[in-house]
């Protein structure tokens, strides 16, 4: 029997995702003129679903929106481009990549303003098991604060998820990785707490949640949003405020939220053991409960959820 040939979306068509060839000339490879997501799939009661699969792609028309690209693209269709990578993708893939990016110009030129270039849309799927490890879900991760800041508002589109504001954060995680720390915390320019290099963050102190407002430099984020609407369901406070380094050391609990983190718990932040230097109450019972809604298996949030077939 042959191997299943793994399949991506691309342009309109299923293509093998191997053979798939950038030109040199293509804009965002030489300045990150692309805008992208990252979205989950779950194994469910009733098979493979994506977890807030639209929410996802109206958050990836408002990036392109951003970077003024022009497609022919409806949500409803990417929807159901989506859906078909999924089926055509490796048995083992639970993370999807929609991408779309300025490709080349018909003149072969170098420019900075790719307004009049190609534009591409591209969904593949692959394997991202739990990003910050599997151990790390329960006893939490060990963060550093990084020396790199985070962009300001006023230097780029904090809200989009623009392909080259990550460089910010992939300088952010590299130093993290260096110093022995499984992620690590960034500042804004104010200094005060903005988000991890691919994750909102939250904090917990005397049964209250806290977590940073967008002026504070952080992505709106999709699982955040998850998380929040749970919390206040179970009747947890929720408040939003800009928040200091300082006052995560002496925090009782901490974790973050992302779609390639889910929710993982942090035990430590610059070697200062945050609680009790493991996964607290309050975290656990929000871990527990996004994966149930995650996984279909709690009724009230099933409408988050799109099954692949």
Known sequence: MSEKKIMMWMN?????????????????????????????????????????????????????????????YTVDELVEATRLAVRNAADNADYIRPLMWYGENDENRIVLNPFKFKVNVAIACAHMGAYLGKDNMEKG????????????????????????????SILAKIESNQLGADESLMLNTNGTVAEGPGENIFMIKNGKIYTPPLASGVLEGITKDSVAIIARDKGYQLIEKEITRSEIYMCDEFFMTGTAAEVTPVRSLDQRVIGEGKRGPITKDLQESFFE?????????????????
């Open 12 to 72: 309109g068509k299923l293509i093998e995702q191997e053979k798939v060839l950038l030109p040199f000339m293509t804009h965002a490879l030489h300045y990150g003129s692309g805008v992208f997501e990252g979205i989950r799939i779950y194994e469910t009661p009733k098979g493979k679903a994506v977890f807030r699969l639209r929410e996802h792609m109206v958050r990836f028309m408002d990036s392109a929106k951003v970077m003024c690209m022009a497609h022919p």
């Open 141 to 168: 991760a060990k963060l550093i604060t990084s020396s790199w800041t985070k962009s300001a508002n006023t230097s780029t589109s904090l809200q989009a998820k623009i392909c080259g504001n990550y460089v910010n």
């Open 293 to 309: 809604a995650a996984r279909g298996n709690d009724p009230k949030y099933r409408h988050w959820l799109t099954l692949v077939n």
